[in-house]
């Protein structure tokens, strides 16, 4: 039996593509080996590759000008990555802090010896807030603008995409990309893990405007540096190739669905549903501002933290997995990423009007 995963990620994936990858585990295409056992030199695999590529590209529309980058080292690389390549010592930087992941990589930038202004912090709020636009300021001078639409443990999103005028702007989009249309013209650069909602981790995408290649401090590794890795068709060592291979079956499964549009649909009408539930009862809270609420990942608490376990508990017996928060916020949080149908929010919600009818 499958469960209802609603796990931050890795998390759950789409069921077509799972059992698509079960069923060439041992023969992949006629080759008598599995995906897993390939060279990714071998020409069968670096079509694969493409594919992903080609098929990723279609779906968020990427402008030519930009290169889409299969690297590894999750987010988490990224967030030193982003200043080695686009800076050098003495330069100034801006980002937004809207919670955990913006704190982290502002951190990691501050190892970089540069001016990192956080143009607007969110801690004021408890990181339940968004920065309305208009309300801070970006230096012209910085190298970019960096900032995380959605907040996977503190379940913020920005509703729109920040104004960044002419500085380049960085996005970690590792718990939204692909959960709706996206327009990447708007970025210099998007990274984002792959093990949300494009497939296992591994994998970390990055999209990259071409004129900001050809800056990385000399520092860099070469696996970190976004000119030598589009150059190299980001084979400059060996890649996540099963990673890869999954992207391009979840990539296929989207398009198949109806493309983001169609999905952007689903996901809100998903969210729209849970926070419904929650509002309307006396025993469920979210703190989360209305227009900054996340659509893929949902925190929320019970009146009484004591029934926490219990919640647990019966949601396992249930078939719905993952729900306990973050372990720095408590709670609950439920991750509704792409795979996650609708009826599996329904039966969430089911659980919960029928766990606060017993014990609220
Ligand atoms: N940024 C965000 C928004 C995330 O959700 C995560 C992981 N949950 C990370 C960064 C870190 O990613 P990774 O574990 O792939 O390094």
Request: hydrophobic share 40%; net charge negative; with cysteine.
């Amino acid at each position: 039996m499958r469960v209802y995963n609603f796990s931050a990620g890795p998390a759950q994936l789409p069921l077509p593509v799972l059992e698509r990858a079960a069923s060439e585990l041992t023969d992949w295409g006629g080759s008598g080996m599995s995906v897993l056992e390939v060279s990714h030199r071998e020409k069968d695999f670096v079509a694969c590759a493409v594919d992903a590529e080609t098929t990723l590209r279609r779906l968020l529309a990427v402008p030519e000008s930009y290169r889409v980058l299969f690297l590894q080292g999750g987010a988490t690389a990224q967030f030193a990555a982003v200043p080695m390549n686009l800076t050098t010592a003495g330069d100034t930087v801006a980002y937004l802090n809207t919670g955990q992941w913006s704190t982290k990589a502002i951190k990691q930038a501050r190892a970089y010896d540069l001016d990192v202004v956080v143009s607007a912090d969110e801690s004021a709020s408890s990181y339940t807030t968004t920065p309305d636009p208009g309300s801070y300021e970006v230096p012209a001078t910085a190298r970019y603008l960096h900032y995380t639409p959605n907040e996977t443990i503190g379940g913020v999103e920005f509703p729109n995409v920040p104004d960044a005028g002419d500085v380049p702007l960085v996005g970690d989009l590792s718990s939204t990309i692909l959960s709706r249309p996206l327009d990447v013209g708007r970025f210099g650069l998007i990274y984002a893990g792959a093990q949300k909602n494009m497939g296992p981790s591994g994998l970390t995408v990055v999209i990259v405007r071409e004129d900001l290649l050809g800056r990385a401090r000399t520092i860099t590794p070469g696996v970190l540096d976004y000119t030598k890795m589009a150059a190299a068709n980001s084979m400059l060592n060996t890649p996540p190739t099963f990673s890869v291979y999954l992207l391009g079956l979840v990539a296929h499964w989207i398009e198949d669905t109806g493309g983001l549009t169609a999905m952007g649909e689903r996901n809100q009408a998903k969210a729209a549903a849970l926070y419904a539930a929650i509002d309307s009862s006396g025993f469920y809270s979210n703190p989360v501002e209305e227009r900054s609420r996340s659509w893929t990942n949902v925190p929320f608490t019970l009146a009484d933290p004591a029934l926490d376990a219990e919640f647990l508990a019966g949601a396992l017996a249930a078939g719905l997995t993952n729900l306990k928060g973050h372990r720095s916020v408590g709670g609950m949080r439920a991750s509704i990423y792409n795979a996650m149908p609708m009826e599996g929010v329904t039966a969430l919600i089911d659980y919960m009007a029928e766990f606060e009818r017993t014990h609220g």
